[in-house]
């Protein structure tokens, strides 16, 4: 899930391993060639209630053509109070299914309650026997494939689930699944694993995947690809050891993972990527790149694993397979456009038309939409008015098909901390 201090800026962060999920947002940009798509969806966190208000694009100022209009969804709550959503996902052939819980007047609690919807602004609530909700979860040919806390489960049309084979052990974390035509892969904090039918899953072997801490995975047309770090200090090294960016191309059938090396991605980086996505023959990942000297002086202080949440924004790009090229976002004073942080995971992020969106925010503005066709340079949604001002909240879900985006999440209005309100919203995104 993605929490968001929407009245903070973005800063120093406290000295622990780098998790893909806060969201902040600083100042301007770089730019850079086009790019892609398909990302992880961020595991949501409870509580709330509805409302929210928008209102209709105005004309775009500055020669900013991106802009969205929000409206609230029509959710069907029918004996329901305090509903919330958590997760949406695509369901093959059409439609979408949501996940959620909600609250009752007399103070219960009702979880694992889902909602289909025919065009995202229509909800009808709907009985599924299953998983405990969509949060992390992905669809493609191959069906939908959604993972809870006690493992994964398939379904061929949203209604209709069987739960998976795969046992979970303890407690891991960073759970992602991306489903293909001929198979889904899912990683985890304790590795991972593919499956050529939602139902049989078997455990990834492949180079240096048991060692690593993987973030994020995402289908292409030729397979799979799957990003994260891994620590390679060795005992007689310390405290000199580094993280380094770890990129596996994997195979149709998600069993042979192949680790590139090549390009920029050779030798001890110092980078953590937590996204990835691929359009035509571009594959873009990103996260952040931590200075060797910072880095040093983090672990000389704390002891720790210090992460690369001291470093900057980074972007690996391959074309059509080529070498990893490693690019960076680099302030500009003064300047207008706008550009996300992922020090800390960064931000919430999907695919649209040649590029990507992103939920974020611009300095102590509004939470808005942003638009990249790189993956550093973001141009935000315009006018800056229409979600309202924040003082903390949480954006559960963010989903994009087509025009068409969904956010939702629980929010504390400005002026009045000791209020919860959720929220289910929909806009159809222009450029």
Not at 132 to 152: C, E, F, Q, R, Y
Not at 181 to 196: C, F, L, N, P, Y
Not at 245 to 266: K, N
Not at 366 to 377: E, F, N, V
Request: proline share 8%; glycine share 14%; net charge negative.
């Amino acid at each position: 899930m993605l929490s968001l201090s929407l009245s903070a800026c973005a800063g120093a962060v406290p000295a622990t391993s780098p998790q893909p999920t806060g969201i902040s947002a600083e100042s301007p940009t770089t730019a850079g060639p086009s790019l892609p798509g398909s990302q992880p969806k961020p595991e949501p966190d409870p509580p709330a209630s509805p409302s929210i208000v928008s209102a209709a694009p105005d004309p775009t100022p500055g020669g900013h053509g991106l802009s969205v209009r929000w409206q609230p969804a029509e959710l069907d709550e029918a004996g329901l109070d305090r509903v919330s959503i958590s997760g949406i996902v695509g369901v093959p052939g059409g439609g979408y299914l949501a996940s959620g819980h909600a609250e009752t007047s007399a103070g219960g609690y009702l979880g694992e309650l889902f909602w289909r919807s025919d065009d995202g602004r229509v909800w009808e609530r709907s009985d599924v026997s299953g998983p405990s909700g969509v949060g992390t979860a992905d669809s493609g040919p191959l069906g939908i494939v959604a993972v809870d806390g006690g493992g994964p489960w398939w379904s061929p049309d949203g209604v209709g689930w069987t739960k998976g084979d795969l046992e979970v052990r303890g407690d891991p974390r960073l759970w992602e699944v991306a489903v293909g035509d001929q198979a889904a892969v899912i990683i985890s904090s304790e590795g991972a694993w593919a499956s050529t039918d939602g139902l049989r899953w078997e455990p990834v072997t492949g180079e240096r995947v048991e060692a690593s801490r993987l973030y994020g995975v995402t289908a292409t047309e030729e397979g799979f690809i799957a990003v994260g770090d891994e620590w390679t200090a060795s005992p007689e090294e310390w405290p000199k050891g580094d993280y380094e960016a770890r990129v596996w191309w994997i195979s149709p059938d998600g069993a042979t993972w192949r680790l590139d090396r090549g390009g920029d991605l050779r030798g001890r980086t110092f980078d953590s990527l937590y996204y990835v996505w691929t359009v035509g023959d571009t594959a873009l990942a990103i996260g952040t790149h931590g200075e060797a000297d910072a880095f040093h002086e983090c672990i000389r202080l704390y002891g720790g694993d210090c992460g690369t949440q001291w470093g900057v924004e980074t972007a690996y790009r391959s074309v059509d397979g080529a070498p990893w090229q490693r690019e960076y976002a680099v302030e500009e004073v003064g300047g207008e456009q706008p550009r996300l942080s992922f020090a800390r995971g960064g931000a919430d992020i999907e695919t649209w038309r040649d590029g990507l969106l992103a939920l974020g925010l611009d300095g102590e503005s509004p939470l808005a939409l942003h638009a990249s066709t790189d993956g550093l340079t973001w141009e935000r949604s315009w006018p800056h008015d229409q979600l309202p001002e924040m003082g903390y909240g949480f954006i559960s879900t963010f989903f994009v098909d087509g025009d068409l985006a969904i956010i939702s999440g629980t929010v504390e209005p400005v002026d009045d901390d000791s209020v919860q309100e959720s929220f289910l919203q929909v806009g159809t995104v222009s450029p």
